[in-house]
């Protein structure tokens, strides 16, 4: 770029650059298609004097040059496209993916000289994350890890099972014990359960699937199962979703009775209660079974705490850790070990 330099910063008239001229930072997102640029975007890029591009595999090029855009593949300094702007030109550089910071801490050296005549600075977003854009991330994150690494490339769902129920427990007690910045990373351990048996499942030989098909089964039973969101139905309560929840599952799965889908491997207390929850919604009067032990009475109490609209295993919890408590203030006041 030989330009001269700039001969003056004041501005032109209204409406037209000034003579210093005017650089366009053009920054788009990785995890959008390449090509769907903003309109402000293909604005700049069609009026600009010359349009620069570090990266010469960056992933718009090809479809800039598809639609007339000559970008010229080079990295200049900061004073090389100062120069390159001189007579109140344009030049638009399509960032690279580190969003250029040599080039912007040069220009910023520049400018707090006070020697040079600066043009027009301006940052244009040319594309922007959309909510869950970073969810793309973490898939192509997990794809390498499971062709690179020696521990993740052989496991199996069933040598991971394990790690969805210590994850699962782990989020609860994020959730029970009120910790925002736990919360949100027990949060992210369960989508990574959730994105790692996806990518396991694409391998499968006979019946493949990926965290797409995933998605997109849950994204339409969530529709199917609102049909006072997405329909014409209406809710008025917590009640009526939770009804028509129930009836639709039960016409999809063509379920005999409302105790089907109900995991029995579950705690013990929480089994009782999700019993006698679909017991109870479906207006059944059941007779708690009889019989002696502990494990009869511990079932009539699950069963009350559900009635009473208590989770039984959160109110064990809650005792358990009282009880915790408890017994490390004994251990804090009893004697030193070894002295008794």
């Given amino acids: 770029m030989n330009a001269s330099s700039p001969e003056s910063t004041a501005p032109g008239p209204a409406g037209h650059e000034s003579a210093a001229g005017r650089v366009v930072l053009l ?30 595999a960056h992933p718009q090029l090809p479809y800039l040059r598809e639609a007339g855009i000559a970008v010229e593949h080079t990295a200049p300094t900061a004073r090389e ?3 390159a702007c001189a007579g109140g030109r ?13 080039l912007t801490d040069g220009l910023a050296r520049l400018a707090g000289s006070g020697r040079v005549a600066m043009p027009e600075l301006e940052l244009l977003p040319a594309s922007y994350d959309l909510p869950g854009a970073r969810l793309l991330d973490l898939v192509q994150v997990m794809d390498r890890i499971r062709a690179e690494c020696p521990w993740s490339s052989r496991q199996t769902h069933e040598g991971l099972a394990k790690y969805g129920i210590e ?42 699937f990926s965290v797409d098909d995933v998605a997109a089964g849950i ?12 329909g014409d139905e209406t809710a008025e309560t917590p009640e009526d979703v939770k009804a028509h929840w129930l009836r639709t599952k039960a016409e999809e799965k063509r379920r005999t009775s409302v105790t089907e889908g109900i995991p029995v491997g579950q705690p013990g207390l929480a089994l009782a209660a999700k019993l006698a929850s679909r017991a109870r919604t479906a207006g059944l009067a059941v007779p708690l079974p009889q019989g002696d ?6 079932l009539a109490l699950a069963v009350r705490a559900e009635a009473a609209g208590v989770d039984p295993e959160a109110a064990l919890r809650a005792a358990a850790r009282a009880y915790r408590d408890a017994i490390k203030a004994t251990e804090g006041t009893g004697p030193a070990r ?3």
């Fill in 27 to 56: 920054t788009t997102s990785h995890r959008v298609a390449p090509g769907l640029l903003s309109w402000p975007a293909w604005q700049a890029l069609r009026s600009a004097d010359t349009v620069l591009c570090a990266d010469g």
């Fill in 81 to 83: 496209l100062v120069d």
């Fill in 90 to 102: 344009t030049v638009v550089v399509v960032a690279t993916g580190d969003g250029e910071p040599a």
């Fill in 167 to 208: 994850e699962a427990y782990e989020l609860v007690e994020a959730i029970e014990a009120g910790d925002r910045e736990e919360l949100r990373e027990e949060l992210g351990d369960v989508l990574l359960q959730v994105v790692f048996h996806s990518r396991i499942a694409e391998e499968h030989p006979d019946t493949p």
């Fill in 219 to 230: 994204v339409a039973k969530l529709i199917h199962r609102h049909p006072h969101v997405f």
């Fill in 293 to 298: 032990g502990i494990g009869y009475e511990l």
């Fill in 338 to 340: 070894g002295e008794e």
